[in-house]
């Protein structure tokens, strides 16, 4: 009887447990310095944005071609620098893409939004369209990353500015939300807030991980020392940053007394001790079927990606890869359904993870 109830158990272990049959390879020989973004083309290649303003083409035939991009008054300090590249819904005819980058100087930077032709791994006409206001003078919580909307509208999310986490809750700031606007840079028609068209949802710390689910607006943010967070990102919604967190200051002292408040969202999900949520993307292929339909989330501190069954309430969140144990920064997917993780640092360089038959070492 007690074999037979470890047997159930080993059963249902298996279900939730690490993907096992995997292997790693590192298809590309170049190294990467304080890469961002991993980019996927129509064409199989990708592209790296890397914070001092480079962007890396990675072809199929794994060659890699670095270019110094003429980002105009490029701010490279910190988090700061080239950050997110999405592409636009037409691109393959159009080749255009929406780009972030922060600009200034340590005194006085600000997150902006860009747009610019990519076409054989090069970006051109880059024209900025949107500069998130006001600027400010430290060089950490930018936000960055962009999501287009199922009616060719825009997302971005900005940060906080660390010192400035009070406007968080202020429309008059546009510093700690994700906001909407047009693919010239233009407000939407009928925002939820009337005197600040651009402003979509607000009470963001660092908002890093941006995607849309079969039309559900999913993000993740960094929180403090614990309280990072995955949302469901509703326009017009308040997520509570700093008036409710369920995370503490890093000197131990709490950050506000509210672990809820009226009119304030609570997370999804919410992972104290932090994982430094960074990249994300909805794993839609079918190599790993075990994944197939998951969210799928780099983690800075954690050293791991995680998946995020969403349908699932509480979500389930559940490590993979597990003999990967190294800061990544980005996720993205290959034609194939390869998973492609990013890692982080001055010495970065791009995996590629594939199912591996049980024979296989
Ligand atoms: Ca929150």
Redesign the pocket.
């Known amino acids: 009887m007690r074999g037979w109830y470890i047997f159930l158990f080993l059963l249902s272990a298996s279900v939730a447990a690490d993907v096992q049959q995997y292997r790693v390879e590192q298809p590309y020989e170049i190294s990467l310095r304080q890469p961002w973004a991993l980019v996927a083309l129509p064409d199989d290649s990708f592209v790296v944005t890397e914070k001092h303003g480079a962007l890396v083409w990675l072809q199929d035939d794994k060659k890699a071609i670095r270019q110094q991009v003429a980002l105009p008054d490029l701010y490279s300090e910190g988090q700061g620098g080239f950050l997110d590249i999405a592409l636009t819904q037409d691109f393959a005819l159009s080749n255009k893409v929406m780009l972030t980058y922060t600009r200034g100087t340590a005194d006085n930077n600000q997150l902006v939004i860009a747009s610019a032709k990519l076409s054989n791994g090069q970006l051109s006409d880059i024209t900025q369209i949107l500069a998130v206001t006001p600027t400010k003078d430290t060089p950490v919580h930018f936000g960055g990353r962009l999501a287009v909307l199922d009616d060719g509208t825009w997302l971005v999310s900005t940060g906080d500015g660390f010192d400035y986490r009070e406007q968080a809750q202020k429309l008059t700031s546009q510093l700690g939300k994700i906001l909407h606007f047009r693919e010239d840079g233009s407000a939407v028609q009928a925002p939820p807030f009337s005197n600040a068209p651009f402003i979509y949802s607000l009470?963001h710390r660092n908002t890093q991980g941006l995607v849309t689910v079969n039309g559900k607006v999913i993000a993740h943010e960094h929180g403090p020392a614990g309280g990072d967070?995955i949302?469901v990102i509703k326009a017009g919604y308040n997520?509570?940053?700093p008036v409710?967190?369920l995370g503490d200051d890093y000197s131990g002292a709490r950050i506000s007394p509210f672990r809820e408040y009226p009119g304030m969202t609570p997370?999804l999900h919410n992972w104290t001790p932090s994982v430094a949520p960074s990249g994300m993307i909805h794993y839609t292929a079918s190599r790993f079927t075990q994944l197939t339909g998951q969210l799928l989330i780099t983690t800075l501190k954690e050293k791991t990606l995680l998946s995020a069954d969403i349908s699932k309430a509480p979500p389930q969140v559940t490590p993979v890869f597990t003999r990967i144990s190294q800061r990544l920064r980005d996720v993205n997917v290959s034609s194939d359904g390869a998973i492609m993780l990013l890692t982080d640092g001055a010495k970065a360089t791009v995996l590629s993870v594939v199912p591996s038959s049980s024979d296989s070492p």
Request: cysteine-free; hydrophobic content about 20%.
């Open positions: 009470g967070e949302n997520y509570g940053w409710v967190t997370p």
